[in-house]
């Protein structure tokens, strides 16, 4: 049998990134359950997390995975978590978008809309955690040779936090516990009162910011923006009518990143 030169492409990517998601499942345009469950399964072993049908007890999955960011230390755990998600995605292939719903899991795992959509909204947070809000975690090796140029005081102060990652990691451990029973009453008064899910939804907003001002300090701007939009990311998926927004820290971190460019 020979094999396409696609084929041996796929093949070659998993030998070489020592993926344990040894098979890319979904080729065809009909995604299974099995293929959620085997790829799922996969996923957690990598990660040590005792959770078989993670979608019946969404919350205490959810932990599991975000007690992962601060272990052991700097940012390990994140880099874990962000590696076998990927390889997660790589494993469903296109049915990764067809799985990870709420529709699917509600006919085929039998679980209620809540838990199927606290699920998925785990996996959307990951999708910023590896994405765009990954890149905070790693400023201090991206930015470290530009700390030297005469920028004011205000910019100094901000990029010192920039340059010391540990303090996202003490912060998200320290807060954790109290932003779980945030998070956790959020979900269950803004499904019984839907109407006010948005005025809700804001408080756990203000309260992902204060974590990491209080751990991190109150200028560090960058990552009082993660941990609104880490909280942000979660929560539209199940309240996307929610007009939510982290945009006056984007726009400060934006103005802060020109000015340090513009320097170079």
């Known amino acids: 049998m020979s094999l396409s030169r696609t084929t041996l492409l796929l093949l070659a990517a998993v030998?070489?990134?020592?993926?344990?998601?040894v098979a890319v499942v979904g080729d065809g345009p009909t995604c299974s359950f099995e293929d959620l469950q085997d790829c799922q399964d996969t996923f957690n072993n990598a990660l040590g997390i005792n959770e078989p049908q993670p979608w019946q007890d969404s919350n205490s999955y959810?932990?599991?995975?975000e007690a992962i960011y601060e272990q052991p230390a700097g940012n390990t755990g994140v880099r874990k978590v962000c590696r076998y998600f990927?390889?997660?995605?790589?494993?469903?292939?296109?049915?990764?978008?067809?799985?990870?719903?709420?529709?699917?899991?509600?006919?085929?795992?039998g679980v209620a809309p809540t838990e199927a959509t606290t699920y998925m909204a785990t996996f959307n947070s990951m999708h910023y955690l590896c994405g765009a809000g990954f890149g905070i975690f790693n400023l201090r090796n991206s930015c470290s040779c530009r700390f030297m140029w005469p920028l004011t005081d205000m910019i100094l102060t901000i990029v010192a936090y920039?340059?010391?990652p540990a303090c996202f990691i003490s912060s998200w451990k320290a807060a954790r516990p109290n932003l779980e029973d945030v998070r956790n009453s959020f979900e269950a008064q803004a499904?019984?009162?839907?109407?006010?899910?948005?005025?809700?939804?804001?408080?756990?907003?203000?309260q992902f910011e204060r974590a990491f001002s209080s751990g991190c300090g109150p200028e560090s701007k960058d990552t009082q923006f993660w941990g609104c939009e880490y909280a942000r990311t979660g929560i539209f998926t199940g309240f996307p009518q929610c007009s939510l927004s982290c945009s006056r820290y984007a726009r400060r971190w934006k103005l802060i990143s020109s000015r340090m460019s513009s320097k170079h």
Do not use: E, H
Request: charged share 10%.
């Open 86 to 109: 990927r390889q997660f995605k790589q494993c469903l292939g296109p049915c990764y978008q067809q799985t990870v719903q709420v529709p699917f899991l509600v006919k085929n795992a």
């Open 15 to 21: 030998v070489c990134d020592n993926n344990p998601f």
């Open 191 to 206: 499904y019984l009162m839907p109407q006010q899910a948005c005025s809700l939804a804001t408080n756990v907003l203000t």
């Open 62 to 65: 959810r932990n599991k995975i």
């Open 162 to 164: 920039i340059a010391n």
